[in-house]
């Protein structure tokens, strides 16, 4: 299984970004898959999940501002983050399991390499 994570970059605050994940070798169709994202000096927290249904989990902390969606036939999750805050400053990783309550755990069985979201203010 590979879970490839792309879309990170510098932003001012208050811009957008869009993360991408794309995924081989599971079938993803009942594949859920989420994001984390990991600070300096912080622990990994989780940011947001999606189900195999369509159903969406958010933290408070981007609830309103991210946005996650599947494209079934592309085997690729999308993060739109909007009205970032340097506070989103992160390595973000992608995750996939078959489970909502594992993933969000942060137990995944699957993972993918992070890229970095820098918000600058």
């Known amino acids: 299984v590979q879970l490839q994570a792309s879309g990170g970059g510098l932003v001012q605050a208050g811009g957008s970004l869009r993360l991408s994940c794309a995924a081989s070798g599971l079938t993803f169709s009942i594949a859920v898959m989420g994001w984390f994202r990991q600070a300096p000096g912080k622990e990994r927290e989780f940011v947001a999940a999606?189900?195999?249904?369509?159903?969406?989990y958010y933290a408070d902390s981007v609830n309103g501002r991210f946005t996650l969606s599947r494209d079934n036939v592309k085997k690729t999750v999308y993060l739109q983050m909007n009205r970032l805050k340097p506070e989103d400053t992160a390595v973000y990783y992608c995750?996939?399991?078959?489970?909502?309550?594992?993933?969000?755990?942060?137990?995944?069985?699957?993972w993918g390499q992070g890229t970095q979201v820098t918000v600058s203010s």
């Open positions: 995750a996939a399991d078959l489970g909502v309550e594992k993933l969000r755990a942060g137990t995944g069985r699957y």
């Open positions: 999606i189900s195999r249904y369509g159903s969406t």
